[in-house]
């Protein structure tokens, strides 16, 4: 089954402690995406890869780190997360020519 | 920069009715996409409808369709004979070309209810 998998889907953390949230793929997508989702502001995107080792900043980059080693996986990092990123993540992911994201179920973190 | 303007936070329909949510968005480029996303209770983003900005016809999903004016940079989303299932988050969305950046921006959101 295509599918895009995140985990965890619930995460519950203390300030300063890093996290990583994965995302895998299995449809062979060359673009995927970060985004978080916030009451009132939608989704904002944070970090998009188009290929692999090629990842670029979103409109909300701070405090997050990406990375695309392999083409499936596009991990999130929080290095050291503040209560302001408590948020509901999505990862996404589409073929390069073709213009549907493909979205993971979400990851709830909640950062105290 | 691209913004996308949602500015109706919540919508109410009678079930079998009509709702039209609107959206509005801001670009330089002449050539784009427009999607309207549903998100149900499940958080499931799921596509509802597309349209490229180069086609003048305005597209259609079965129940949903769309009123495309790119002159005046309008995105609104019709759904015809509202059913209960349709009860969910809708958000408009632009992308760039493609072939250019995979940006996406996504409006703020219309929760849509269906009454009974």
């Known amino acids: 089954e295509a599918q895009v998998t995140q985990n965890p889907r619930y995460l519950i953390t203390v300030t300063g402690k890093k996290l990583t949230v994965t995302c895998s793929q299995n449809m062979n997508h060359e673009y995927m995406s970060w985004y978080r989702q916030d009451p009132g502001l939608g989704l904002r995107q944070i970090y998009y890869?188009?290929?692999?080792?090629?990842?670029d900043k979103g409109d909300v980059p701070e405090g997050y780190k990406v990375s695309r080693k392999e083409k499936r996986n596009f991990p999130l990092i929080l290095e050291s997360p503040s209560p302001n990123q408590t948020s509901l993540y999505f990862c996404a992911s589409s073929y390069r020519g073709q213009y549907e994201q493909y979205f993971g179920p979400g990851t709830r973190l909640t950062v105290t | 920069a691209q913004t996308v303007t949602q500015s109706q936070p919540e919508m109410s329909v009678q079930e079998a009715e009509t709702v039209t949510l609107s959206c509005t968005y801001d670009?330089?480029?002449?050539?784009?996409?427009l999607f309207w996303y549903k998100q149900p209770p499940s958080r499931q983003m799921i596509l509802v409808i597309r349209q490229e900005a180069y086609k003048q016809q305005n597209a259609t999903e079965n129940r949903f369709s769309v009123n495309f004016q790119k002159a005046a940079k309008s995105f609104s989303l019709k759904i015809s004979d509202s059913q209960l299932g349709d009860a969910a988050m809708y958000f408009c969305?632009?992308?760039?070309?493609?072939?250019?950046?995979?940006?996406?921006?996504f409006g703020t959101g219309t929760r849509l209810k269906v009454l009974a």
């Open positions: 670009t330089s480029e002449s050539d784009y996409y």
């Open positions: 969305a632009y992308r760039s070309p493609l072939g250019g950046t995979y940006k996406y921006i």
């Open positions: 890869s188009m290929n692999v080792e090629v990842t």
